[in-house]
């Protein structure tokens, strides 16, 4: 079922949705050159984050660590835009990295977060390098992506078919997908805008898929929690997204995924591990 919290304060969303939207207008590198981009690109995209695990800063509402470990290999996608690349940040303190360093610490030993975020990726962009990110077999995929588009005034109409197009495309490759909502600013206009925020609940609705309403609820609009350039996350923003935003919503995706893997084992009469 489409898991969609409701803790996001009007307030907030008001003041995160100017900052993400004026900030998203710095990630971009070249408009209108999605193609060549991706292309030039390609053998850059899908960078395994570190195999060590590093040890995020601490927030007030981490999850409880598990109580079990995992019991099969296990590959996160994060897919998106700048956002999810970290930049301006060190390779261990964007998004990626500290999941994986995370998850590591709440038991789940054997898995890895690969980072596929692109700066300046538009929903277009993404399309078009699916086929190369899926090699990564993804049994989990963290989708993040529109915010250019926005900015750039694309039609809502084609922001919703090419995250549609990416889902199937997931879905298809066997991929259970988290789709991270994103706000824009008002000066679109408000009927882009109410448009535009609509996306991601009426495609997480429509496709099954579970989504983070907001995927800088906490962080958008704190300037401590900002770079120089009040548009992306610090390494402690990131922690906040990483243990309130994201880890309420992937660790019961894992749990299903963990379930599932023991119950076709115990089919196979193949044998599973268990914990000391």
Known sequence: MTNIPSRLPQRLLTVASLTVAIAISGCQKNPDAD???NTQNNNQTVNTIAAEPQTPESTQSKP????TEQQAPLTILALGDSLTEGLGVDNDANYPAQLES???????????????????ETSTGLVNRLDWVLQTKPDITILTIGANDAIRGIDVTMVEANIRTAVKRLQDGGSEVILGGMQIYDNLGSDYVESFAAIYPRIAKDMNVT??????????????????????????GYTIIVNDNILPILQPEIEKLEASHTNQATKSGTPTETTQ
Request: proline share 4%; charged share 25%; hydrophobic share 35%.
């Open 35 to 37: 193609t060549a981009d």
């Open 64 to 67: 409880s660590t598990n109580s």
């Open 102 to 120: 995370r998850l590591k610490e709440m038991g789940y030993k054997d898995i890895k977060v690969v980072n596929s975020g692109l700066s300046g």
């Open 211 to 236: 989504l983070i309403p907001f995927f800088l609820d906490g962080v958008g609009g704190d300037a401590k929690l900002n770079q120089a350039d009040a548009i992306h996350p610090t390494k402690e």
